[in-house]
């Protein structure tokens, strides 16, 4: 099996797909404000994933969460969260439960956040940690890893 955080964003967006057209429970955020925060949220996301690629490609290391990385970035939108991309995957997701009006798939949100913390963030971390030291240490202290 393929355990890479789009496949699960993609999964989690699936079961809130679903659940808005066959139980939606008659629960609603409400159309013009739900629909314009969403669309915020799900762009805000793709720009940031996006940048933080882009970074990691100019600073020449890998994207792929399993892998050693070459070296620690620190630069960009990495200055802002130790882990860019898959805040902008959390945005996209709750971007899209509130477009959908898919008020029940909230509790998606943090299964997804613990999910990514425990499966991909934590042994990420260990692997910095392990390879780059007192700079990942230093870096930890004055980066959140979310915000």
Not at 75 to 82: A, H
Not at 103 to 116: F, H
């Amino acid at each position: 099996m393929l355990d890479l955080p789009p496949l699960w964003l993609l999964s989690c967006l699936c079961l809130a797909w679903v659940q808005k057209d066959l139980l939606p429970l008659g629960l609603g955020f409400g159309s013009v404000w739900a629909d314009l925060l969403g669309g915020l949220l799900v762009g805000g996301g793709v720009l940031l994933a996006a940048l933080a690629l882009l970074e990691l490609r100019r600073q020449r290391t890998t994207f792929m969460p399993h892998e050693e990385p070459d070296r620690l970035v620190t630069s960009g939108v990495f200055r802002l969260s130790r882990n860019p991309i898959y805040l902008g995957d959390v945005m996209i997701l709750a971007g899209f439960i509130l477009y959908w009006d898919a008020v029940p798939s909230l509790v998606l949100l943090p299964i997804y956040v613990w999910l990514l913390e425990k499966r991909f963030i934590v042994p990420e971390e260990g692997r910095l940690r392990r390879k780059f030291l007192a700079e990942f240490r230093k870096y930890e202290k004055q980066t959140r890893r979310w915000l």
